[in-house]
Structures are given as C-alpha cells and as structure tokens.
C-alpha cells in the first residue's frame, strides 16, 4: 500500500500487520524493561555476576555487538573516504545498524554499573591510563557521530521531506558526512582497539595478557581488525534477512559482493596476524608466567574445542568461503560464511570475557561456574528487540535502500 | 576531563588524549554548526539553495 | 632511617608466617568487625560475599598418613608495580573514575568508595580476587546489636560499589594524628598494624614499613623462606609469605615442570 510516509515507489505492508509483526519484539522489549527496572531497583543482586564473574553476559552482548556494529563506521570510511561508490546503496543500512549496536551497548552498560548515577564520573574523573576509558570516551562520541549520520535518513522521510528547513538541514549535512565518516573511522579505531586493550593489558590474567606496541597490546589491533572484518559482514545478514521477510531485491549484488570481499581480505589478514599473536602468545607470556598453553583448556566446559571452533571452523573455513569469488556469489554460502564469521567473532569476545574471568590464576583457585538469570537475559535480548523495532521502523517509513524502487519496479 | 577537575595533571599523556577528543568533539561540532548556519542563510535568502 | 632510593617515603607491608598459621580464622573476622564489613542473612555464596581477609586452604594433595594442610590467608596486596616497572597497581591502571590509587607515601592501594562507579575492571584485573562488590545494599542486623559495634572511623560501603582491604588505612591516620599531638614526626612500628595482626592468635602476621630496616617485616621479608603470591606476574605485592614447606611455597605460583627450585 501506498502512504504519505512512505518513499515514494515503494510497496510496504498494512499498519496492521506492521503491528503485528512488531508485538513478538515489543514483547522482548517488556521483558528487558523488567529486568531492568529490577537491576536498578533492587540492584546487581538480580543477576548472576559475582565477585568471580565480575564481567559476565551483559559485557558479552556489548562487546560482540559493537564488535557486529562495526559496520557502519567502515562502510562509511569505504564509501565517503575511498570512495567505493557502489556502496551507497548500502550504507544507510549500515549506519542505522551501527546506531542500533552503539545505542543498545550504551543502555546496557548503564544497567551493568554498580552505581548507574555516578555514570559521568568516567568523564570527569577519567583515568586517561585505563583502556575502558578510551572506550567509553570514543563509544560516547562515537554514538554522537552515528546520531549525525542518522538525521538526514531520518529526514530523508516523505512527509519530514516537506517542511523546507528539515529538508535543507537534511541535505546540508549530508553534503559534509565525508568529515563525519572521518571522525567516526578515527573513534571506531580506538574503541574497537581498547575493548581488545582492556583485556590485553590485563597482565596479571595470562590468559587475557599480551605484549604490543608502546600502550597497545596486540589485542587493541586484532579488536581492530576482526571487527572490521566481521562488521561489514553483519551489515550484509542483517540486509539479507530484510530482504528474506520482506520478500524483496533491496541492495545490488554488486555492493554485497564488494563489501564480502572487502571482509574476505580483511578476515584472512586477522587469522593470520591472531595466529601469529597466539603462538607468540603461548611462547612467551604463558611459559614466562609458568604456564603451558594447554593449562588454560583444562577448566571446566572451555577445552581446546574452543580455538578450533573460533579459529578454525569459525575463522579459516568462512575465509576460504569468501575468498573464493564463485562460492561468495552463491547466497547460500555468502549467508554460511557470514554467520559463521559473526559467530566466530562473538565467540571471541566471549573467550576473552568469560574464560579469562572463570580461569583461576592462582594455583590453589578453584573454578566457578557462570550461569545468567532471566533478568540478564531480558536486558541482553532487549537490545536485539530494539533492534528489530527500529531497523523495522527505518525500513518503514525511510528510504533506507536507495535502489529499492529501481529493482522492484512492479511496485510503481 | 578539564584542567578544572581534581585529577587533571599537566603532562603528555593528559594533553594527548583530552587534544584528541577535544580535537574530535570541535569538529563534529564544526561539522553540525557548518550545516545549521548553511540551512539558517539558505532560509534567509542569503546563499542558493541547491535543487536535488 | 637509613638515605635509600626510597628515602622519605614509608612502604607498609605484611609478613604472614604460614607454618605457625592455623586457619582459624580470627584475622579474617577481626577486618570483618574493624572494617565494618557488611553481613547477609545467609553467606553461603562464596562468590557474592565479602572477605577482605578471605582463607584459602591448601593440601599436599598426598594420601593418609602424608597429608598436610596449610593456609594462606589473603588480604589485599598492595601491589607495587603494573607488570610494567611502572609504579601503579594492576587494579589502579584500569580504574576509570580514579577510584583507587596507590599512596606513594604509604604504599596502600586505596579505594574511594563514594567515586567508585562499580564497573568492577579493577576485580577482573586483580589476580588475588582481592576485590569485593558489593551486591547488596549495606546490612547490619540492628536486633543482633552489631550496628553498635560499627567502627566509626571506617565508612560503610554503598551498594554497587567495591571495596577491598586498606591495611587499616584509619589506623595509619589515628596514628598519625596522635603523633602530631605529640609533636612527633614518625609513627612507631606498634602504634600501627592492622586488625588483623593484632588479633592473630598465632603471631603468625607482622606488619610494618618495608623500608624501614628497624621494622621487623623488613627482615622477615628478606628471610630465605620469604615468596609472594603469583611474583612471577610482576605485580610486586606487598604482602610476603614465610614457609619452609616446598610444598607450600610451590602452591604460591604458576611452575613448568622441573621449573621450581626447593629450598632443602
């Protein structure tokens, strides 16, 4: 059907199924607004983080999706600052995606901290020697950056599109999102660097531990490089699945193809750099704290199982998939590859997190185990349903792809 | 965060990473001011409006 | 005092012998009481309570008739060094409000309580498990009269913050303040130790200046049965062991096989 709010030549479905679709998520909405509302009420006692777990699924959820969320600060320095023009069919997706990881992340540590209050004390009181204040620093202007970006799709709406001054500030801006796109790129680095810094220089856990590069241990770099490897890959499943529910060609394969390979390259050059930072790894830092590599395997379910499924059957196998250019063009195999990627990614972060926390370093430590309550589950899974809301909303009522009505043309 | 707050000292580390964010927030900020004033001329009649 | 390279400058540390300790358990409920530490109906979860003298027990793992068993008790360590060479703790490098710092007149790590914002880095950092959140709201059973036992020198805890042992900091400053009043300028080695040490029955914990040569922890510390918890990661703690069992000593740390050197 034809509305005033929606793009011009574009066919979308009725408010009621609209609202329809959106009740699962709202519902997942509900559940996290409890949990929430629970936490800040009768405070962290309502999960299950613990003087062992001080880190737990909540700091997962943040660091995987703004490791997916990566996306958008990349496609963007593609688009504006090299220049791949065929990316602008994609990059709104892109930048609405990222602005969802980003603010979702930012909720959810405001609930994670023991004392949500105090907040802006990381800014003003800021250690500039911890890595988590590099991070909070550049996700907060990061977020502000991504909010830029968004306002012209925002105003790029139908009916936004006729009060003159909107549309005006709307296309102004747009103009100048070259210099947006740089500082984003600049802030992207740095963030994704210091959520791998966080746990690298976290010397006194061998496990997390490693050298680097003046203050930069290696991880600030392979933080770096798998979320721009996996990033992109995340916008593509997110496009994909759009284009799965709504039946519909919404982005041109020659943006998708351009962008997977992109994170071929990219992916093939962070396993090697992680391969080499785990041999040096377990060479150096593990023998000299009087460890052998295979110590840190032996703790409860987290076996050697793990590197294998996160560098080899999430790392190698989807790199060999995308690198090849035949097998990319499939569908089927460019959707295998990036989930695999993203799972990989994810289950990197979550390596980082949870095993180095339920790793006892002292010898006579016992090992705890770590299971989350519904309530870290309601405010981790609100973020995906906030998500799909907005990203639902976006599709809805903004001309989030651009190419849409040239390749569904039976909707004029 | 300022030379104001308790724990501002005066050394490199301070200076380079409050220069960077600073650096980045001016011209973020820059960037919307560019494109507030464009629009606020471009109403009054004082600069063309370009025709997408 | 003799002219150092740390000349002027007080370094409080701790000397646990582990051989005369028993495990009862006195130190860790004297910081417990000294140190307002709050209290929950049920402290049967270990992982959410809080200890800042917590016990850890430890065997040779060998069977009947060779087992022996022996403790180490464990406050916060104070750490010196970042793993770096750089003088700062591991926990007060990542601290993002500048919540916790290490005194370089004192060496105590200290911890702010009202600029903590519980983002709880420093506990992921700290490989002693030193630091406690506080998951609940403070709690001191009124019924029971231990709110009239609080130490009023020693700020109770919010929820949502982290606390950890402060080597009795409020007895550095009592002695301090008396010395003043005394027109003195050095605190003597017994106007200052902590809770803990005054309470062992054991004798088995001595505190004092590290740098102090006259201090008895100074030369305990050199002893040739004096280690550290996890030295190997560099963290210069402050708190020393003292134990003749290999055993023990061999618990302290992480070794490759054939890599620990026993003292007999």
């Known amino acids: ?412 | 965060m300022t030379p104001f707050s308790f724990e501002w000292q005066w050394n490199i580390d301070y200076l380079l990473f409050m220069g960077l964010l600073y650096l980045a927030l001016t011209i973020v900020g820059c960037g919307v001011g560019f494109a507030l004033l464009k629009t606020v001329l471009q109403l009054f009649g004082f600069m063309r409006e370009r025709h997408f | 005092m003799e002219k150092g390279p740390d000349h002027g400058k007080h370094r409080y540390g701790m000397v646990i012998d582990l051989d005369k300790c028993t495990g009862c358990g006195t130190c860790a409920v004297a910081c417990a009481a000294e140190n307002n530490v709050s209290v929950r109906q049920d402290e049967s979860d270990k992982e959410r309570s809080i200890s800042w003298m917590q016990i850890f027990k430890i065997t040779n793992g060998k069977p009947y008739p060779d087992t022996e068993v022996s403790y180490f008790p464990r406050p916060c360590m104070h750490c010196e060094e970042d793993g770096h060479g750089h003088h700062t703790s591991p926990c007060v490098t990542v601290c993002v409000a500048t919540a916790t710092k290490l005194d370089p007149n004192s060496g105590i790590v200290s911890q702010i309580y009202t600029r903590c914002i519980g983002c709880r880095y420093c506990q992921a950092a700290c490989p002693y498990k030193a630091r406690y959140f506080n998951w609940w709201d403070a709690y001191f059973p009124k019924g029971k009269g231990l709110d009239r036992y609080l130490t009023p020198e020693v700020s109770p805890r919010m929820r949502g913050v982290v606390e950890k042992c402060t080597f009795c900091h409020h007895r550095l400053m009592r002695a301090k303040t008396r010395a003043y009043a005394e027109d003195r300028r050095e605190i003597e080695e017994d106007e200052y130790i902590t809770a803990c040490t005054e309470a062992c029955p054991a004798q088995a914990i001595t505190f004092g200046d590290l740098n102090n040569p006259k201090h008895r922890v100074s030369r305990l510390a050199k002893s040739p049965n004096a280690f550290r918890l996890l030295e190997r990661l560099n963290t210069k703690p402050k708190v020393y062991y003292l134990s003749t069992k290999d055993w023990v000593r061999k618990l302290a740390d992480n070794y490759l096989p054939d890599e620990f050197k026993p003292l007999s």
């Open chain 1, 1 to 412: 059907m034809d509305s005033p709010t929606h793009s011009y030549g574009v066919k979308r479905c009725s408010p009621g199924v609209f609202f329809l679709w959106t009740l699962p998520w709202l519902g997942i909405l509900a559940w996290g607004g409890l949990s929430a509302v629970l936490c800040l009420w009768k405070g962290l006692n309502q999960t299950n983080m613990s003087n062992v777990f001080a880190f737990a699924l909540w700091i997962v959820f943040d660091l995987a999706v703004i490791a997916l969320g990566a996306g958008a600060f990349f496609t963007g320095f593609l688009t504006y600052i090299v220049g791949k023009k065929e990316l602008k069919d994609i990059i709104n997706a892109a930048v609405i995606i990222g602005f969802i990881c980003y603010s979702g992340a930012m909720a959810m540590l405001g609930i994670d901290i023991g004392q949500p209050l105090r907040g802006w004390f990381i800014f003003w009181h800021a250690n500039v020697h911890s890595m988590l204040v590099e991070v909070s620093f550049c996700i907060t202007c990061y977020l502000m950056v991504l909010t830029i970006e968004f306002i012209p799709i925002i105003l790029e709406n139908r009916t936004l599109q006729k009060v003159r001054e909107l549309r005006l500030f709307g296309h102004n801006l747009h103009e100048i999102m070259a210099v947006f796109a740089a500082t984003g790129t600049f802030l992207s680095f740095f963030h994704q660097g210091s959520l791998g810094g966080m746990f690298g220089v976290m010397y006194a856990r061998p496990f997390a531990a490693r050298g680097g590069f003046y203050i930069w241990p290696w991880t600030f770099f392979l933080f770096v490089l798998s979320a721009i490897a996996a990033g992109p890959l995340f916008t593509i499943l997110c496009t994909k699945l759009t284009e799965f529910i709504t039946r519909k060609k919404l982005v041109p394969d020659q943006a998708v193809q351009s962008l997977a390979k992109i994170s071929a390259w990219l992916l093939s050059l962070y396993l090697v750099f992680k391969f080499i930072d785990t041999l040096g790894w377990a060479n150096s830092l593990v023998p000299k704290a009087g460890l052998r590599f295979m110590d840190f395997y032996r703790e409860g379910p987290y076996g050697f199982w793990m590197v294998v499924a996160e560098l080899g059957i999430c790392g190698i196998l989807p790199a060999v998939i995308l690198m090849i250019p035949k097998v990319r063009q499939q569908q089927g195999w460019l959707i295998f590859a990036g989930l695999l990627t993203c799972a990989g990614i994810v289950l990197n972060r979550f390596v980082f997190i949870i095993v180095t926390l339920a790793i006892p370093v002292m010898p006579f430590d016992r090992f705890w185990s770590y299971l989350p309550t519904w309530q870290e589950w309601g405010v981790g899974l609100a973020v995906v349903g906030y998500g799909f809301l907005l990203f639902s909303a976006a599709y809805r009522y903004l001309p989030v792809f651009p190419k849409e009505p040239e390749l569904n043309p039976a909707a004029d």
